[in-house]
């Protein structure tokens, strides 16, 4: 099965500073990647998805963005980070459409 | 509408009850539906799938009812591990899963 490895663990950051986290996967290739947002005692928000290198989609417009450099490496950034911006981020990958998602252990992200 | 809803909860039962929890999807052309549990600051992790036939993996068991657009997750004989958050799947096509909030479950001694 895949293993999704995500870092760092927890990340206090002040507002105005850059950001960047990381994703790689394991055990599998040419998977889809996700990355979500979850809010405290919120649902799961999908804010980007990639079928493939360099190929990202953004489900809602904000000060993030995500590249996938590598097959199985997936990277979230911003360059100034709010406030909002605080929360719980989930790298996922599925092997296609529709199927079940493999987390990592996500990075919860305060803003100060 | 929410796409996805569930009863936020909690729950809170005994062990050896036996809980269900109902989820509501929008979309009548969704496709896929699954139940994850998410332990208290964990990532979520799949439970079960969603069969339109039902289906049943020991103690628990999923149900599908298109018609009336919900699904549903029973648990029966509650264990004090059975607490978490379970979050409602739907899939509704083009790369687009939406996760529902979650129900929250306590099990007590």
């Known amino acids: 099965s895949q293993t999704i490895h995500q870092w760092p663990a927890t990340l206090v950051q002040p507002v105005g500073s850059p950001l960047s986290l990381e994703c790689t996967v394991e055990g599998t290739s040419n998977p889809n990647l996700y990355w979500y947002r979850q809010a405290a005692g919120r649902g799961l928000q999908l804010l980007f998805y990639?079928?493939?290198?360099?190929?990202i989609s953004s489900e809602v417009p904000q000060n993030l963005s995500a590249s996938r450099p590598q097959d199985r490496q997936f990277i979230l950034s911003s360059k100034k980070l709010l406030l909002s911006d605080s929360g719980f981020y989930l790298c996922?990958?599925?092997?296609?459409?529709?199927?079940?998602?493999?987390f990592g252990q996500g990075t919860r992200l305060t803003v100060v | 509408r929410k796409e996805v809803e569930q009863d936020p909860g909690p729950f809170n039962v005994p062990e050896g009850a036996t809980v269900a929890f109902n989820c509501t999807y929008s979309n009548s052309a969704s496709q896929s539906f699954f139940w994850y549990r998410q332990d208290c600051r964990k990532e979520p992790k799949l439970l079960m799938s969603v069969y339109s036939s039902g289906n049943e993996d020991g103690r628990f068991t999923a149900q599908l009812n298109r018609a009336s657009q919900y699904i549903s997750l029973l648990i029966r004989d509650s264990k004090l591990s059975d607490s978490a958050t379970y979050l409602c799947v739907v899939y509704t096509g083009g790369f687009k899963t939406i996760f529902g909030a979650g129900t929250r479950l306590f099990v007590k001694a």
């Open positions: 990639s079928v493939g290198i360099g190929q």
């Open positions: 996922a990958s599925a092997t296609q459409e529709g199927s079940e998602a493999f």
